[in-house]
Structures are given as structure tokens and as C-alpha cells.
């Protein structure tokens, strides 16, 4: 089965600092890898995703993903976060190509100091 | 244009009850989701629909819960008997089919005392 872990629950940073979310996950074959993230009193809305190709994902707001195939890892980065990047994020994944529904991890709750 | 909307957006029964939860998906989109999100969790997937038939129902806890879309657009989760450890939010999405983007709505919170 499918799983996702995500490395930390609580994350605080100061802003301009750099960030990095962990998250692996757990399956053998072909994955689609996802961020989402949750703005406080907001839909969950997909921040970047992994199909194929490049394994470094750029998506909105200056965010971006690589996935390590080796380390079945697909961590989040931001050089500089702002306080407007105060959200919980989370790491999901489905099996390519086979499967519709998406396996989330957990949950990053990220808090930005202003 | 309209995301996809729930209602109701809170709703709270009591214990035995039984409850539906609406999902209006974005106009066209062929597949549509269910999910629910306790406390502390991630969302958790519960039925997957493409058109008007469960495509993977593998979800759901038990047979106390069943979800319909008979017209291939508006879906309908229906939650017999409550249980405490039932509530949570219960997400909906939708999406254009396999391999496309997932648009989640806002949720309904259920709470049963």
C-alpha cells in the first residue's frame, strides 16, 4: 500500500529564511507526486506536481520540488518564505497512470514570523 | 468560473443519526472525489467516481457509508447511523479525468455528539 510521510509537523521559520518540507513516500512503481497547500480559511489548493520529466518541479509563489527517485523523496523548497507562506502544507502521491486517488501525508504546519 | 462547492459547510447530528453531504463538482469535470480529514491528518481518500459509477469505492470504513452520483455531475455522500468517529471534514474534488489536477472544495465539518 501507498503511504507518505512527512518529516515535520510544525515548522517555524523567520522571514527570509530558506525552507525545505521533507516527505517520502512508500511505493514500488510509477508515482505522480504532489504538494498542496492549505492557506488559513482556504481550500486546499495544489502548490506543484511531479507526472514525469524534470525532476525538479518549479511551482507558484517561488516554490519548487525535486524528486529523488533513489531516496523515494520529493522535498519542498523556498529560498526566501514570507509571512504570506503561513499555510499547512502536504505531500501526496498516487500510483501513476493506474490510480486516481491521491494518498496524503500528514501535514506541515509552517508558521512565518514577521 | 465556480470551483466546486459543498454544503452544507458545518453540519452537526447526533449519534445514530443519518446525514447526506452534497458535492457540486466544476462544471464538466468528469471525475470526482471524496475525502475526509480528521483532526491532525491528512485527507484521507473514501470514493472515487467517473461519470455516474464508483470507480474505486475502496475507501469507505464500512458499509455505513455509501455515496451516489446518478447524473455524472452532483454527488451526494450519505453517512447512516453516526458515530463520534465520524466526524471530521469531508472534502470533495474534481477533476477533468486520470492524471489531471484534483480542485478540492471547502469541506463539510460534521459533527456528531
Known amino acids: 500500500a501507498q503511504s507518505v510521510s512527512q518529516h515535520n509537523h510544525h515548522v517555524i521559520l523567520s522571514e527570509a529564511a530558506s525552507l525545505e518540507l521533507g516527505c517520502n513516500y512508500s511505493?514500488?512503481?510509477?508515482?505522480?507526486l504532489f504538494w498542496y497547500v492549505q492557506y488559513p480559511g482556504q481550500h486546499l489548493q495544489l502548490l506543484l506536481k511531479y507526472f514525469s520529466g524534470d525532476p525538479l518541479v518549479k511551482g507558484i509563489k517561488g516554490f519548487e520540488a525535486e524528486f529523488i527517485k533513489s531516496k523515494f523523496s520529493f522535498n519542498l523548497r523556498k529560498p526566501s518564505v514570507q509571512w504570506s507562506d503561513t499555510a499547512e502544507y502536504f505531500c501526496a502521491v498516487n500510483a501513476g497512470g493506474r490510480d486516481d486517488k491521491i494518498i496524503f501525508g500528514k501535514g506541515t504546519r509552517l508558521h512565518i514570523l514577521p | 468560473g465556480a470551483g466546486v462547492s459543498q454544503t452544507p459547510s458545518n453540519k452537526v447530528t447526533e449519534k445514530g443519526k443519518y446525514v447526506e453531504l452534497r458535492c457540486d463538482p466544476i462544471s464538466g469535470h468528469t471525475a470526482l472525489y471524496w475525502y475526509r480529514q480528521s483532526l491532525g491528518q491528512g485527507p484521507e481518500f473514501l470514493i472515487y467516481f467517473q461519470g455516474t459509477g464508483a470507480a474505486d469505492d475502496s475507501g469507505l470504513p464500512n458499509d455505513r457509508f455509501f455515496a451516489v452520483r446518478p447524473e455524472g455531475s452532483v454527488s451526494t455522500l450519505k453517512i447512516q447511523r453516526t458515530e463520534r468517529g465520524d466526524s471530521a471534514v469531508y472534502l470533495c474534488?474534481?477533476?477533468?479525468?486520470?492524471?489531471?489536477?484534483?480542485?478540492f472544495g471547502p469541506g463539510t465539518r460534521l459533527t456528531v455528539l
Open positions: 474534488a474534481s477533476s477533468a479525468g486520470r492524471n489531471n489536477e484534483q480542485f
Open positions: 511505493y514500488g512503481g510509477t508515482v505522480n
